[in-house]
T-cell receptor
């Protein structure tokens, strides 16, 4: 079985400041890792994913996440946030084989302040 | 592609009534997922299908909930009878497995906001 923990339910940060949203997972099997973003009144959209290869993955809008197998973490970072980054962010895992179920964390609400 | 389509976008109904939520996945996708999102419980997987066959329905809350996928382009989630605690946003998502040219990404619809009074 897998589980995902997002310890921070809300993160307020000023515009142009850096931010880190934390994600830790637990799994007895190999997993793929994802970050999804949800803007108000919308569905979730993929932000970035780790399937294999380089442990540092980036999105087109400046976010990055690093897969750390020893710490079972996949923290999301951005060096300088914008007002438009205000949204809820979900970390998710799925096993690399067998069941194709996604396990989502409880979400972190990022609020960017002017 | 139009993406995952859900209807209706909003549904308000009275307790005891039957509610049917609809989903059209992205053409060619072979997996379809139904989720429920509430403030209290977050995002919960209710059921998912592979090639129209239900694979795991362990997240379906109780017998009042049922889901079908009669063909590759249509799925329904039905609640009968509905109760106020069913009020939530229900999302449908579809995906294509990597082995078939996919990328493991789930594509979410805009959701149906259900209010049961």
């Amino acid at each position: 079985a897998q589980s995902v923990t997002q310890l921070d339910s809300q993160v307020p940060v000023f515009e142009e400041a850096p931010v880190e949203l934390r994600c830790n997972y637990s799994s007895s099997v190999s997993v793929y890792l994802f970050w999804y973003v949800q803007y108000p009144n919308q569905g979730l959209q993929l932000l970035l994913k780790y399937l294999s290869g380089s442990t540092l993955v980036e999105s087109i809008n400046g976010f990055e996440a690093e897969f750390n197998k020893s710490q079972t973490s996949f923290h999301l970072r951005k060096p300088s946030v914008h007002i438009s980054d205000t949204a809820e962010y979900f970390c998710a895992v799925t096993s690399t084989s067998g069941t194709y179920k996604y396990i989502f964390g409880t979400g972190t609400r990022l609020k960017v302040l002017a | 592609d139009a993406g995952v389509i859900q209807s209706p976008r909003h549904e308000v109904t009275e307790m005891g009534q039957e509610v049917t939520l609809r989903c059209k996945p992205i053409s060619g996708h072979d997996y379809l997922f139904w989720y429920r999102q509430t403030m209290m419980r977050g995002l919960e997987l209710l059921i998912y299908f592979n090639n129209n066959v239900p694979i795991d329905d362990s997240g379906m809350p109780e017998d009042r909930f049922s889901a079908k996928m009669p063909n590759a382009s249509f799925s329904t989630l039905k609640i009968q009878p509905s109760e106020p605690r069913d009020s939530a946003v229900y999302f449908c998502a579809s995906s294509l497995r990597s082995g078939q040219g996919g990328n493991y990404e789930q594509y979410f619809g805009p959701g149906t906001r259900l209010t049961v009074t």
